[in-house]
């Protein structure tokens, strides 16, 4: 099993040189996700979902590879970006900025603030900027309140509306108060995570053993909607918060969920996970349900690496191997470093872009950096610190 | 060439039928869209893009093929529950409203009122409602001002935005200004077609002869953005407002662009219309953009036969036998009637729904009905009244 020696040539020789090289706005700060194959700009927007994470990654790397000099770089050009344009004057953020920094887009969601939440935390952490870490922990409590009530991101509340729980909110919640309380011990973000842990009760289908995509009623599309690449990852958060909730039980169903999600969403005819199903054979509502996604994988791939260090048993190995294939074999790019990330059912790319407004550095290196880190501690390597 | 006869018959017998079996909500008034292949409910929600175009189309029919009580009545009951629960109390209407008629969601677009406005006219020129068809052209001027200032619909005005007109505006104003045209001569209607038919030339790509979805720089996606779809549905739209302002110069540019469209958007190696294209050829955002989805394949076969029906050019023979032949075999159902909507590149159906969130009675019978009067127009038996 040389998969570590893989994943870190993939990631430090093909991937992070890949954004290094092509993103950086060093005119005007930020960095460019619309990127061709070779690396061109083809949209010189800033996607602020995708300005989060980057920090985040690049402070990642500093804080548990090693403290590359560059790699703080990036994080700061692209965090003095966002935090100098991203928010508007009630502190929400943007979807999307000009070039330049002027807001392009609003969106009625919090995600934005939640990865721009993350970045802040983990170069907070990378800097020792005990300000930038307080402000950070400040947006964390904006946004569970933002999530509570959407109103106060304009989107109205209607009386039809379907009174579901998004399994996004689950994990973001559970991915931010995760991150905080491994420098935190106040013990509100544990209940967070307690309550993060019995809300995702309500998404678990036992008898297919999957996370929905939205709790509640099946008779709407919503309520029947599964998405492997969201329950994996839902998963996993999931398994890093009983970190400071151990609990034997759960984590058996956390790892039933890893499983349950990949073999009800692999393709057994074409091979891939789906992008969405709908969990009675009924038509999903997303045009790109049957496609297959670059992320779905790298989620199955940190997932089954994790599972496989917790436990050792063959049946994760036999996972990791089937996925591994088909993402490295659909969406590497050897010859221009990164990954595709649109494959049509048959696995047949429709499109070429290594980035654009979702897609980011992000899934790939955040992939490839924590098995990487799984990996070494079991094979008795010096583990990234 | 018998395709008057075959579309009857696929109007007649396996489409409106379709629609009049499973989709008329009797208990609650409105219909259903979300239908199987074989025309189950999956998703109780109306849709009011679709509510509003189904009172367009089943007035229509009522009023150009035959007054058949059974489509006035259908007609009848979805304008009903569109006018009951449709609009908020500014007047704005909503995206999407549960079985009942509770608003589910609202979408800071005025497409919803578009497709409201169309219906409630049509509506009152088969009952003759004079208060009706007030109401009707009202909220025409409401769009009108909607569409000018988008943050009246909740949309912020941000520094940022990109500065372009949608095609698909100008495209709803000259529907809707040539419907009214044709029943009121307050010259006010036919400056707004002249107003469309200019604002279109900024629209126009002269070297490939095709209309952008997006006025303005090309340094953005969206400016490089072709939908041979909404291309090809602008130009018979303006095609229908020179009945107001006739210009031969117009006439053949707006021919040109049908030709054009068909020309660059056409896949020539698995034949089909693609939904979006880059016309540098860079990565399209939309997800979707290789798909192949029914309408604008609808719009092409329409826009053929009314090419046909003005010029007599054989060259529009050839294209409608294409494009025909791929429409027919690829989303025509014989055996459960409407069609399907969407295939992948190659031109597998990627889901065997008759309906959803954005397809309802509308663009398959609507193309059959208007195909029909041209092509009876022109072989000179009865044309419909």
Chains 1, 2 share one sequence.
Request: one cysteine or more; a negative charge; hydrophobic letters at 40%.
């Amino acid at each position: 099993m040389n998969y570590a020696e893989r994943y870190r040539t993939e990631l430090l020789d093909r991937v992070i040189p890949f954004w290094l090289r092509h993103s950086l706005d060093r005119e005007h700060g930020g960095y460019f996700t619309c990127l061709t194959r070779e690396g061109n700009v083809y949209d010189t927007r800033k996607y602020l979902w995708l300005q989060g994470r980057a920090v985040w990654m690049f402070s990642k790397l500093y804080n548990e590879l090693e403290p590359r000099a560059e790699w703080l770089d990036a994080a700061r050009l692209i965090l003095d970006f966002l935090r100098r344009h991203g928010r508007d004057s009630e502190g929400r953020y943007y979807f999307s900025l000009t070039r330049q920094g002027e807001p392009s887009f609003y969106q009625r969601k919090p995600y934005a603030a939640v990865f721009a939440m993350l970045g802040m935390l983990e170069f907070a952490k990378a800097t020792g900027d005990a300000a930038l870490r307080d402000e950070a922990i400040e947006l964390f409590w904006k946004i569970r309140r933002w999530i509570e009530e959407p109103a106060l991101l304009g989107r109205p509340a209607l009386s039809g509306a379907p009174r579901m729980t998004a399994l996004a909110d689950i994990m973001v919640l559970a991915s931010m108060a995760t991150e905080i309380a491994r420098i935190d011990s106040d013990p509100r973000y544990r209940d967070v995570l307690t309550w993060c842990l019995t809300a995702s009760r309500a998404h678990y289908d036992e008898d297919r053993r999957i996370f929905m995509e939205y709790s509640g009623t099946r008779e709407l599309p919503e309520g029947r909607l599964f998405c492997p690449g969201d329950s994996i990852e839902a998963a996993w958060f999931l398994l890093h918060a009983l970190e400071f909730h151990p609990d034997d039980a759960m984590q058996r169903t956390l790892l039933d969920a890893i499983e349950g999600s990949l073999e009800f969403g692999w393709d057994r005819e074409h091979g891939g996970l789906y992008y969405f199903m709908d969990v009675d054979g009924l038509p999903p509502l997303p045009l790109e349900s049957n496609m297959k996604l670059w992320w779905p994988h790298t989620e199955a791939i940190y997932a089954t690496v994790l599972a496989y260090s917790l436990t050792r048993e063959d049946r994760w190995l036999k996972w990791l191997e089937r996925v591994d294939t088909y993402a490295f074999s659909h969406f590497s790019d050897p010859e221009h470093g990164e990954w595709f990330g649109y494959c049509d059912r048959q696995g047949n790319l429709t499109n070429t872009a290594k980035g654009n407004n979702y897609k980011g550095c992000f899934h790939v290196p955040r992939m490839l950096l924590m098995s990487l880190g799984r990996l070494n501690g079991m094979t008795g390597s010096a583990r990234p610190r």
